[in-house]
């Protein structure tokens, strides 16, 4: 397992974010959930002496369509190694004219359209509401922009992602209600991947890599996994160079452990203590460790 440091930095996303010049030490562990199969080993490595873990989203080689990715086990075994911060890599599509493929976005937030997956830890035996009003880490979302600052990378602060159930792009008539709603950008993983980020305690952050402008736009083609891959390619150098440039600052941030993503449990339990079921207490020993002792 990871040792133990103030904040250890978790990155969901693509192969193409884990192959950083500098990254040593490097080790591909199982780790064993018992909300399922992973969609993969997590990736250590030590970048300047600091050590980072990497997930594949979507197992290597893309194996896991959006859908099927088990996204409670994912959260649970980045828990479970030690990682406190997580940033979520993700490819999405544009619903808006000055949000072009290529350009970066620091999502805020989220509307989840999202119907088969399963969205919480928790359930019959032991109950738990958390408050998604703010989906997202502002602290981690900071870094995230000083680190873009410095690469002088093109990136946008705040958004709000429309998380779709996939794995079809949308229809046209889709594309355009989602931009009446005021949508920014659309992709099928972040959810329920945050709302258990956020039930698990941990910080969690979104940088959206814009490959296409969904099927909306009357001067572009219709989106394929072609014109995706084309710019995702492109965008590759840049997002290793954030996560580079993150992963320092997120290391010396001293308000880590006191960030109010930490205590989200703190008044969530309802289900009272009597009546909680034993499996589901050891089932989420790791998750909820800290409110359930």
């Not at 619903?95 to 805020?108: K, R, S």
Request: some cysteine; hydrophobic content about 40%; aromatic content about 6%.
């Amino acid at each position: 397992m990871a040792k133990t440091q103030t904040t250890l930095l978790g990155i969901i996303g693509g192969s193409g974010v884990y192959d950083i010049e500098g990254l040593e030490n490097t080790r591909w562990e199982t780790i064993t959930s018992p909300f399922g199969e992973p969609s993969d080993a997590l990736l250590f490595g030590e970048l300047n002496g600091q050590q980072l873990v990497f997930l594949p989203r979507h197992g290597r080689g893309h194996r896991v369509p959006p859908a099927e990715v088990n996204y409670r086990a994912n959260i649970d075994i980045l828990k479970r190694a030690g990682v406190t911060d997580i940033i979520s890599v993700s490819a999405v599509g544009s619903l808006h004219e000055d949000l072009h493929p290529g350009m970066f976005v620091i999502v805020d937030q989220f509307i989840d359209r999202t119907i088969a997956r399963e969205k919480s830890f928790f359930g019959t035996g032991l109950v738990a509401h958390v408050s998604m009003a703010h989906p997202v880490c502002h602290r981690l979302g900071d870094h995230i922009e000083a680190a873009a600052a410095q690469a002088k990378m093109n990136i946008v602060r705040g958004g709000t992602y429309l998380v779709m159930e996939g794995p079809q792009f949308s229809t046209l008539a889709e594309s355009e209600l989602y931009r009446t709603w005021g949508c920014d950008v659309i992709g099928m993983t972040n959810m329920p991947e945050a709302k258990l980020a956020r039930e698990a305690e941990m910080c969690y952050a979104t940088i959206a890599m814009v490959t296409d402008y969904d099927c909306w736009h009357p001067d572009h083609d219709n989106v394929s996994v072609e014109a995706i891959i084309k710019v995702l390619l492109s965008n590759a150098d840049n997002a290793r160079s954030l996560v580079k440039t993150i992963a320092p600052l997120a290391q010396k941030d001293q308000s880590t452990q006191s960030c109010h993503c930490k205590s989200s449990l703190e008044h969530a339990l309802i289900t009272a203590p009597k009546y909680r079921d034993p499996a589901m207490l050891e089932k989420l020993a790791v998750v909820a460790g800290r409110v359930l002792d």
